[in-house]
């Protein structure tokens, strides 16, 4: 039935853009098996219906490629906080009693999906009307409702689904998930282990620890790329200038002793006046004659010049 295979394929891996982890509520349908349906208790019976198969599908809701690894199917297949099965998902106007026309019956890990048995009770219009459309091949796929925990995968660069919390299932014409179809006999195994990326639980993060990474990283090459400038100190002579400031602080020295002594001197009382004798001339007691006399020995005279 190639009018009944969904509008969004499975995504190859692709790089995810980051953001906080949130849980969403995702929307992602499932197969009926033709040969599994079952009347009883004026309802239908359906069972070994995958519910949602191993992976990377893009849900109606949210809109983005998401990875459902095979062990996070496996480890939370059975837990559903709700197994009702509406007539359509919750979104426009609010749902109504009369919607819910069926149940979700012991969910289970099997062939890699979360497969269950579904039970269309009959008890309403819309659970009849449901029931002659499964019938007649009119609707072909269930689409999950659930919210959980998303990681980034650094090594697939994409969201994984690390915890899942099913919370009911809706009846849809088409679905993002291949697998998840009504009376079409599709072998689960060889499609989802072929199509699932390999795990890498060891280089697997969260988000906000991949930003704070890519933050550190683009800081140190920005750091990287900036040239850092050394600027050394020239070497400078002063020993000159360094003398001259010694011998300007041994002059300032004296100056201020001189004041100081100056200041002391100009403090002190003004003393009497020294009265100081002129100097005596001093006479000398013998004088030069004033006429020279020549004596003559051998005469034994004296002339008077």
Known sequence: MTEDMPSAP????????????????????????KSAMEVRDGGLLVKDVPMLAAGTWTDSAVQTPLNYPDKTLREYAANWSDV???????????????????????????????????FLHGATQKSRDMIELIKRKLIAF???EHTGDERYNASTRQLEATSINFSGFAFVNKGACKLCR?????????????EAPLEVQDETMDTKELESKMDAMAKELAELRTPKVEVIAPVIDNSRELA??????????????????MKELMSQPAAAPVAVAA?????SEYSAPSARFTIDRKNRSISQE
């Open 244 to 261: 001259d400031l010694e011998e300007v602080k041994a002059v300032k020295q004296e100056l201020e002793t001189l004041r100081t002594q």
């Open 142 to 144: 269930v689409s999950v």
């Open 279 to 283: 100097p005596v001339e001093q006479k």
């Open 10 to 33: 499975i995504e190859a891996p692709v790089t995810q853009e980051l953001g906080a982890t949130v849980q969403h509520t995702r929307l992602l349908a499932a197969v009926f098996k």
């Open 182 to 194: 009504i009376n079409e006999a599709a072998p689960l195994v060889s499609a989802t282990i072929e």
């Open 84 to 118: 009702s099965g509406w007539a359509r998902h919750s979104g426009g106007v609010p749902r109504d009693a009369t919607d819910k026309v069926a149940e979700l019956q012991n969910p289970r890990y099997q062939d890699g999906a979360v497969v269950g048995d579904i």
